[in-house]
């Protein structure tokens, strides 16, 4: 069961962390936007952040209040980043911790940054495009013997009684799912992989 909670999970934890990739992006374009027109740093974060809204609506908003007062902004985003998918907000704290500490110019910084991020997000797009193949070969695998199983039943061969009423029928049905199941979690392992490779 838990197992079956997991993969329930996995999709909505890969929609937050897109949102959240995708927030960044935009966030990075607003900011560069309002220093472009003479904004301070602190207003400009502010502003941009304002505009926006987050999957979790409550996480910009310390963020935002430490960019008016003119705190610690590189550590008010470091905290405000969810493990999934904020890591253009971490790229973010270091753009302005860089900004600050040398000197360079924040807009450029953070342009250059947005560009990266959204060429990452291309990439991963492009990336899942590729795998919708090998996810729905997968699947179709997983319930080819299932529909052997219909088949051997339509031509009047009884597969069932077979698999169920004797130790080899159950030695067949035990081993069919055991390599079932190990071919789907394989495939699903290849597909992680491709699209995470440091995973």
Do not use: K
């Not at 973010?92 to 040398?102: I, K, M, N, P, Q």
């Not at 807009?107 to 919708?132: D, F, I, K, N, P």
């Amino acid at each position: 069961m838990a197992g079956l909670a997991r993969y329930v999970r996995r999709p909505d934890r890969a929609r937050q962390a897109a949102a959240w990739r995708l927030l960044s992006i935009e966030l990075c374009q607003a900011v560069v936007a309002e220093l472009t027109t003479g904004r301070t740093p602190g207003e400009a974060l502010a502003r941009a952040a304002s505009c926006l809204e987050p999957p979790d609506p409550g996480v910009l908003g310390p963020v935002v209040a430490i960019a008016r007062d003119g705190g610690d902004v590189a550590t008010a985003l470091e905290r405000a980043a969810p493990e999934h998918g904020g890591e253009g907000l971490v790229r973010l704290a270091a753009c302005w911790r860089v900004s600050l500490t040398v000197g360079g110019g924040l807009a450029a910084l953070v342009e250059r940054l947005g560009g990266s991020l959204r060429e990452a997000e291309a990439h991963r797009a492009e990336v899942a495009a590729q795998l919708a193949g090998p996810r729905s070969t997968a699947r179709l695998l997983a319930v080819l013997p299932a529909l052997g199983l219909l088949l051997a039943a339509g031509l009047g061969l009884r597969p069932l009684p077979f698999l169920f009423g004797s130790p080899a029928g159950f030695a067949c049905l035990g081993a069919g799912l055991l390599l079932d199941l190990a071919g789907v979690s394989w495939t699903n392992r290849l597909v992680a992989h491709a699209q995470h490779p440091g995973t």
